[in-house]
């Protein structure tokens, strides 16, 4: 019987790396974003092995009809929750609501939302073999706050204890609980995103530090945490750089 797992955030960085990676290992992945276009074009490159649903986690309406229609083609057997994003770098006494408001309705109240719908039918075992799982990509930033991150790091700490709780909550469920933190990625928007498109404050971020993490390198850790047999829960993964000791302790060339 072929898995199938549902990949937010599809359509570019970690989401992307992470549903080319899982149709390599067999899987067939159903791929969710907001950018069709995008969607498309990787589903086209990817064959049968991949298809999509246009989904904005942080709407209701658009979650609930990508999820209707998943379900209807057939069982899940994973969710991996990539879709997050990062708003401004400003100290806590100027920093924007609207950015706030932002990174908590993505990084935590979007991945609620997609993952409260999908959990029965990740626990069908009649369905999908022996139980399903719930893979969260979270962030060390939800470990280690730092200056001018407070918004950034408190979704993403909320995001890190709703996977520890979830997993406390359902001992006992045929269900799998797993969280991947990572440090700093080099993607092609995140900083980008952040900074509002500003291209020199995105850049420096990476300035001289040799091999930042890649998206691949993320998907990799969710491809082998997922291929663990279903009695084996990794409960946690956190993976940086060889270069970054921790986001104060990054070493960086002249």
Same mark, same amino acid.
């Given at each position: ?24 290992? !067999? ?19 990817? !064959? ?61 109240? !979007? ?133 970054? !000791? ?9």
């Amino acid at each position: 019987m072929t898995k199938r797992v549902v990949v937010t955030g599809a359509s570019s960085g970690i989401g992307q790396a992470t549903t080319r990676r899982l149709v390599a290992e !067999g899987w067939q992945v159903v791929a969710l974003a907001r950018r069709e276009d995008r969607l498309k074009a990787l589903a086209t490159q990817l !064959g049968g092995a991949c298809s999509y649903q246009v989904c904005d986690i942080t709407d209701e309406e658009s979650t609930q009809a990508a999820v209707d229609a998943i379900l209807a083609a057939g069982p899940v057997k994973a969710l991996v929750n990539c879709s997050g994003a990062a708003r401004g770098k400003d100290p806590v006494a100027s920093a924007s609501l609207d950015d706030w408001r932002q990174m908590y309705e993505l990084n935590v109240l !979007g991945t609620l939302r997609i993952t409260q719908k999908l959990l029965p039918a990740l626990k069908d075992t009649a369905a999908n073999q022996g139980g399903g799982t719930v893979l969260i990509i979270s962030s060390t930033a939800g470990i280690e706050p730092y200056e001018g991150g407070a918004g950034y790091c408190a979704s993403k700490s909320a995001e890190r204890i709703m996977a520890r709780v979830l997993r406390l909550e359902q001992i006992g469920q045929p269900l799998r609980v797993i969280d991947i933190a990572p440090g700093m990625v080099q993607t092609e928007e995140f900083s980008l995103k952040r900074f509002g498109g500003d291209r020199s404050k995105a850049a420096s971020v990476y300035q001289g530090v040799p091999s930042p993490l890649t998206a691949d390198d993320v998907a990799d850790c969710a491809a082998w945490a997922l291929a663990q047999p279903d009695r084996v829960d990794i409960d946690q993964i956190v993976v940086r750089p060889r270069a970054e !000791g921790s986001y104060t302790k990054v070493f960086r060339q002249s």
